[in-house]
């Protein structure tokens, strides 16, 4: 059957419970073989822990993804704890766990007796220490007038760290697709290292909390990929040619990501 390799197949994988519903690429969809996309974020402390699970689909039948309810799903540690995921509803399993700081965690997934893992560390959370905002003029980048939100934090020494910011206005995500702001300290090991979220001028009357989120390289990889598949805040079509896919850290060649996580936030009222 003919394939067509179009690599800018939009889908949404539904993170709407844990991060909102951000753009992702799928490459070289095939008209015959569907792939398993399996994505879950785990959160440092004590949280409602989501798995989300599907099929893909032909590219030109869109809105039939294939939800799997089938799967058994285990959340391992490497204390050799292990917790079992429940469906709760199509295609999304989910419990409430405490997780870690410090621990490594497996996620086993079982479909039709194939066994897919991933792994992901849970490191300590790094502090946000400050927070301003600076007013901008309307200019040759900002349209109109506003404020600049810039956040500092305290970069560990000695250690390869690796970021994602993520903002909130009155308390509503922000970080629904066109841009994922991915840092890491490459120029700032061990330093206060400051930041401006490069997507959004604010406005007086504005709550802004940036939440600082604090992951391994794979993750890092992982979502840098989607940034520079995005275009960098341009969307799809921003000039550059979608590279494939993100690269997963599950076996099994299939899609999607397991990402642990600790975070910070900080706000601050624009006045």
């Known amino acids: 059957m003919k394939s067509r390799n179009l690599k800018l197949g939009l889908f949404c994988i539904s993170l709407l419970l844990f991060w909102a519903c951000e753009d992702v690429i799928d490459l070289d969809l095939n008209e015959s073989e569907p792939q398993i996309t399996i994505e879950a974020q785990l959160q ?10 599907s099929k893909s689909t032909p590219f030109f039948e869109p809105g039939t993804e294939e939800k799997v309810n089938n799967a058994v799903v285990t959340l391992i540690d490497d204390q050799g704890n292990d917790t079992d995921i429940p469906l709760v509803r199509d295609g999304e399993y989910s419990e409430h766990i405490t997780a870690f700081v410090g621990r490594q965690y497996t996620l086993r997934v079982e479909i039709d007796g194939e066994v897919y893992e991933a792994t992901s560390n849970l490191l300590q959370p790094v502090g946000l220490v400050d927070i301003e905002a600076k007013f901008q003029s309307a200019g040759f980048i900002e349209e109109d ?3 600049e939100v810039i956040f500092y934090y305290e970069d ?114 624009i006045q």
């Open 44 to 53: 440092g402390g004590s949280h409602t822990f989501n798995v989300l699970i």
């Open 156 to 269: 560990p020494v000695g250690m390869d760290n690796y970021y994602r910011a993520r903002f909130y206005i009155n308390d509503v995500p922000q970080f629904e697709g066109e841009f994922l702001q991915v840092l890491d300290d490459s120029f700032s090991d061990g330093e206060t290292a400051r930041s401006p979220i490069l997507t959004e001028i604010f406005q007086e009357g504005q709550n802004v909390t940036v939440e600082l989120m604090h992951f391994d390289k794979a993750a890092h990889d992982y979502f840098k990929a989607l940034t520079d598949i995005l275009g960098e805040g341009g969307g799809i079509g921003a000039g550059i040619a979608a590279p494939g896919n993100p690269p997963s850290n599950w076996s099994g060649n299939i899609l999607g990501h397991f990402t642990a996580f600790s975070s910070d936030t900080i706000s601050i009222d």
């Open 145 to 147: 007038d506003g404020y």
